[in-house]
């Protein structure tokens, strides 16, 4: 499912301190809409801000999960405190999404195609990758004013709200089987030991990295459908 702002979902006003964009509040999506096609129990993957929803899907509505599969991250708190200038130089977006609004909205509104093009192509490390089609997908909702918006609501909540919510639930582990896997030559891979982050945060982790960047499952299907079949089964 397109998280809320993403694709055709609905793109609701921030709301105050960005809420209405704050992971618990997507999680509770994910979990509504399980439940509205007969699924009270089921596993949840995630890549990047996805995976990043499936985190607090799982401490948030324990009673849903089953096994939880996260794509090329580290836990959001603990990337913004191990922040370093190499991450920081990487990952430019966590910090220019998150200043006050209107000013990356009206600063990307300049040339969406140059900024979204720059991001993804800087981010995947597998030549033809995302495809023409998928790239043009991608454009066709990020033309979308309000889908820029909400996707520096989302950055700007990960920031703030998001970082509450993670404090609080600190001394907290997700119980069910976590399965991480991560793009050895992206950012994620090379800055951080990913096992041992997730380690921090579940009980029972597992996971390796593939030769690949930031899309996974668009750079090695096929390494990342043996890994899900593996571990969902």
């Known amino acids: 499912m397109d998280l809320r702002g993403y694709g055709d979902s609905d793109k609701p006003e921030g709301g105050a301190r960005h809420a209405n964009y704050a992971k618990r509040a997507m999680a509770a999506d994910a979990v509504a809409v399980m439940r509205s096609l007969g699924h009270p129990r089921f596993a949840v993957v995630g890549h990047d801000r996805g995976g990043r929803v499936a985190h607090r899907m799982a401490l948030d509505h324990p009673e849903a999960v089953t096994r939880l599969a996260l794509f090329d991250i580290a836990p959001t708190a ?120 997730w380690r921090e945060k579940a009980t029972d982790v597992r996971g390796h990295a593939l030769e690949c960047g930031h899309t996974l499952q668009e750079e090695r299907p096929d390494l990342v459908l043996a890994a899900l079949d593996n571990f969902l089964s």
């Open 78 to 197: 603990t990337m913004y405190a191990r922040t370093d200038k190499a991450f920081a130089t990487a990952y430019f977006w966590w910090f220019f999404l998150i200043q006050p609004a209107p000013l990356p909205e009206r600063l990307i509104e300049a040339d969406p195609e140059f900024f979204l093009r720059t991001h993804v192509d800087g981010q995947s490390k597998t030549p033809g990758s995302p495809s023409a089609e998928l790239f043009a997908e991608y454009l066709r909702v990020y033309r979308d004013p309000a889908t820029r918006h909400a996707i520096c609501e989302d950055y700007r909540a990960a920031a703030t709200i998001d970082l509450e919510h993670d404090a609080a639930d600190a001394d907290r582990r997700i119980e069910v089987p976590l399965l991480a896997l991560w793009g050895a030559k992206g950012t994620v891979g090379r800055t951080y030991d990913v096992l041992a982050t």
